[in-house]
Structures are given as structure tokens and as C-alpha cells.
């Protein structure tokens, strides 16, 4: 039998079966230990002052205590510190994407996604390179600068070389003063050798959910494809990181497997990361299983009250506190609003789940993969986002200018970074007020820009960052710090 070992490169050993019930019996063992429950939250309050070191990272055992917890008052100072150590790494700022499904050809049997080889019911379609430029096109009209593609796994379908193809074509497609400026890879895992080729092809974050962590669950939900192989895509992210990616990202679809073993596989797997490459995920991400074509949510047994949902993102944000975390638009707006204050600080915004669908007035459905539960526009998301006193940001600066992997971690876990994202934010705001905004949200946000650039603490970025959104309001574009 497989023994715990963190710093493993087999998958048995580092998301270890027996480590996590021993982790979950010990945190039902002191779920009413308010005590302790409390010493752990002193522990993560540490992270309120970000620091070099970074020594205060709860570990995958000590935040399980914090979610079994039964303790209504334990529970509040929960959520309140969540809130607190968002603010202290990201202020307030929220971070817009959208994602582009390329193509749903897939030869896996995944029983909870829409795309599996059995569905008969979903038509097959892949987008063609002048389909993917209209698509762009469309995107950057709405005003977005950074996508997540996303794309079934089929060797012959989506070849590696389309996805480097699509790639190209995504960054060379401009549109009037639009560009995306970050593309991010939602697919399958690979060699290190593909990964090589991704990252020549300046992919931003790669991003592999893991579905569920309980391997003997996770055989039974991919009976067939190369995704039943649980090592191989449980072991993705090193080879990725091995390959030279930068930033890589996780999740688990929540419902699919009792939520508080996700939970810790989840913690495990960024414990991993950090230990063998010195930096844990850019970004987790939290989807729950939603309702699809041929796919019953009903039908896993596992659903999580949206009260726990929001207490799992609270604690991931005290857990993981220099992670980017991602909510998308399977959660309604409602949701997303509490998960905003709890530690989200990346959504996605007017994302059409279809394979295409952007340039289309009528939302597609017969090819989504998703029900999407937020159907307002990018327009109306942003405008949202204000009224919630978020500032929205379409920054990707941090990955040109080459602020990734360990040096990103260093500027975020010291809390430097945010000398960089708060003008940056403000910045790519102005484009979008400029470009694509309503009358309603452009008056809205330049009285937000005007307060925000007013608590920019260093006078000199702070009077830099004024100049160029001065030069924005005339026409130019793309500064960045």
C-alpha cells in the first residue's frame, strides 16, 4: 500500500487514500473543538501581513478542522478572515475572462460531461480557423483581452496541432483597438513534450480539473478513453511544470465525490506543487455539477448546499492565500456575489458554453456543455461588479512583462504585486470604459477609476498611471507597469 509522501511524483502518494481519512476522522474527532478551531484561524491570521516566506500556510489537516467545524461563531470568523486576506493579496479587484470552446469531438466516457463518445443526442462540431477569428472577434467587441479555450480530447478531431494553430490565430486576430492578450489552455493532459510545444505557443495558465481525487470514484466516472488513466492525468501538472509552464491550475467538479475529501485532495495537491516546484497553483477553480444534455446532476449524490459551497471557498482562500481563484458562470448571480466576498477574484463574464455562439444574437444550446445560470452580459457583469464595490480588471500584464511562476509567487505571497495589478487594473478598465462600455457604466467607472487611482499609495506610479489613462481617454492603449 502507497504511503503519504508530498514530494512524490506518483499521484497514490501525494493525494494519498489513507492520509485523507485520517485527515477527515481527525477533523470530525474536533469538529467541536472551538479551541482549536481557533488557534488554527491565529495560525492563518498571519497571512493578513503578506510576507517572503510565506511560513503560515495551513496545512491540508488543519484547514479540514476548519470545515467540519460546527460552531456558528468559529464559522463567522471564518468567512471574516477570508474576506480580510482577499483584500490583503488582491484589494478588491476582479478579473475578467471568457472562455471559447473549440470543438466537442471527444473519444472519453466521462459520465457527468455532456461530451462523452456515447452522447448521440449533442451535435459534434469543431470551429474552423476563420470561425475561431469571428469568434475572437466577437469577444474582443464585448471587450474581453484574456480567453480560456477549451477543447474535448480526440486525437483526431483536436489534434495538438490545431490547438497550436488555434493558438496562433487567437493572438494574431485584432479588431479595432482589440487584442487577447492572454490565452490560457483548458485541455487535456499530455506529454512533456506537447506541454513544451504549448508553452513555445505562449499559452498563459494551463488548466486540468481533476474532477474527483478518490481514485476507485474517479475509474467508475471514465469507464473508457485516455482519461480513465488516473495517474496519467492526476500527474498532469508536473509534467507541465517539469515542461517549463509556468502557472498551472486546478479544480474538482464538486458533487461528483463527498466534498470534504475534495477538499483535501484539493489542499494536497497544491501542498504538492509547492513543495516539489517551489509554487502552488496560479488558480483553483470551483465548478459544481450542473445540468447538461444527457447529464442529471440528480444523479450524483454528492450536491453541496450553497452554504457549504461558500464556506469551501472561504476556506481554500485562508488555505491557499496566493491563489487566483475562479467561479464561472454554472453558478447563478446570486452565488457569484457571496463567493466574490469570500475570495473569488477571477469570473468569467458573458461566456457562451457552446461550441461558437459569440457572434450569434440568440444564445446557442444545443452544443453547450454547461447550463449557464449567469446570462447577463459582459456590459451588465461589469457594471454589477462596480455597484458591488469590486473594481473590474482585464490586466494581463503580470505574464508579458514575465512576472510568472516563482516570480509571480514572490510579488504575491510578499504582497507587492499589488503595486502592480491595482494601476494595471485601472488602466485596462479605462480601455473598457473607452471602447465597449454603455453610457451608464462608462459614467459609473470613471467616478470609480478617479476614487481608486486617489488610494494608489506611491506617488509616482500613482502619477504615472494618471497620465496614461489620460492618454487612454485620447486614443492610445496598452500601457502596463
Not at 464559522?75 to 470543438?103: M, T
Request: proline share 4%; glycine share 6%.
Amino acid at each position: 500500500m502507497s504511503s503519504y509522501n508530498v514530494r512524490s511524483p506518483r499521484a497514490d502518494e501525494f493525494i494519498n487514500h489513507e492520509e485523507i481519512f485520517d485527515t477527515l476522522a481527525y477533523a470530525e474527532a474536533h469538529k467541536n473543538d472551538a479551541a482549536l478551531a481557533r488557534s488554527i484561524l491565529e495560525k492563518a491570521r498571519a497571512n493578513l501581513t503578506p510576507a517572503h516566506d510565506h511560513g503560515t500556510t495551513l496545512t491540508h489537516r488543519e484547514a479540514s478542522v476548519l470545515l467540519a467545524c460546527e460552531d456558528p461563531e468559529v464559522n463567522a470568523e471564518i468567512r471574516q478572515l477570508a474576506r480580510d486576506i482577499k483584500q490583503a493579496y488582491y484589494g478588491n479587484r476582479i478579473v475578467l475572462f471568457a472562455p471559447l470552446y473549440l470543438s466537442n469531438y471527444c473519444v472519453n466516457g466521462c459520465l457527468y460531461c455532456p461530451y462523452h463518445a456515447k452522447n448521440r443526442d449533442i451535435p459534434r462540431r469543431k470551429l474552423t480557423q476563420e470561425e475561431i477569428r469571428a469568434e475572437v472577434v466577437a469577444l474582443q467587441d464585448m471587450g474581453h483581452k484574456r480567453l480560456a479555450i477549451e477543447a474535448g480530447e480526440d486525437p483526431i478531431h483536436n489534434p495538438l496541432s490545431y490547438i497550436l494553430e488555434s493558438l496562433e490565430t487567437i493572438y494574431g486576430t485584432k479588431h479595432k483597438n482589440g487584442a487577447i492578450r492572454r490565452v490560457n489552455a483548458n485541455i487535456a493532459a499530455t506529454t512533456e513534450d506537447a506541454y513544451r510545444q504549448l508553452k513555445a505557443a505562449e499559452i498563459g495558465t494551463y488548466i486540468l480539473f481533476q474532477e474527483t481525487y478518490h481514485r476507485a470514484r474517479y475509474e467508475e466516472l471514465h469507464p473508457s478513453g485516455p482519461k480513465a488513466d488516473y495517474a496519467w492525468h492526476t500527474e498532469a501538472h508536473d509534467r507541465a511544470m517539469a515542461a517549463g509552464i509556468d502557472d498551472v491550475g486546478l479544480g474538482v467538479l464538486f458533487g461528483l465525490e463527498g466534498y470534504a475529501y475534495e477538499f483535501a485532495g484539493l489542499l494536497m495537491h497544491a501542498e504538492h506543487l509547492e513543495a516539489v516546484f517551489g509554487v502552488g497553483p496560479h488558480t483553483i477553480s470551483v465548478p459544481r455539477v450542473k445540468p447538461a444534455s444527457d447529464i442529471d446532476p440528480d444523479a450524483f449524490d454528492n450536491g453541496i448546499p450553497d452554504e457549504m459551497f461558500e464556506k469551501i471557498i472561504a476556506l481554500i482562500r485562508i488555505a491557499v492565500p496566493y491563489t487566483g481563484m475562479i467561479i464561472s458562470t454554472r453558478e447563478s448571480q446570486a452565488v457569484r456575489a457571496a463567493a466574490l466576498q469570500l475570495g473569488v477574484s477571477q469570473i468569467s463574464g458573458g461566456s457562451r458554453t457552446s461550441v461558437g455562439g459569440y457572434g450569434e444574437e440568440t444564445r446557442p444550446h444545443d452544443t453547450e456543455q454547461f447550463d449557464v445560470s449567469d446570462t447577463r452580459t459582459l456590459d451588465e457583469v461589469i457594471g454589477w461588479l462596480m455597484d458591488e464595490g469590486h473594481l473590474p480588471s482585464f490586466c494581463t500584464a503580470c505574464y508579458r512583462a514575465g512576472r510568472t511562476g516563482d516570480r509571480f509567487m514572490e510579488f504575491c505571497k510578499s504582497g507587492q504585486i499589488q503595486d502592480f495589478c491595482q494601476p494595471n487594473a485601472l488602466l485596462t478598465l479605462g480601455e473598457y470604459l473607452c471602447d465597449y462600455a454603455s453610457p451608464a457604466v462608462a459614467e459609473k467607472g470613471w467616478k470609480m477609476i478617479d476614487t481608486e487611482l486617489a488610494r494608489v499609495p506611491d506617488d509616482r506610479r500613482r502619477a504615472l498611471a494618471a497620465d496614461y489613462l489620460a492618454r487612454v481617454r485620447t486614443g492610445e492603449r496598452d500601457f502596463r507597469f
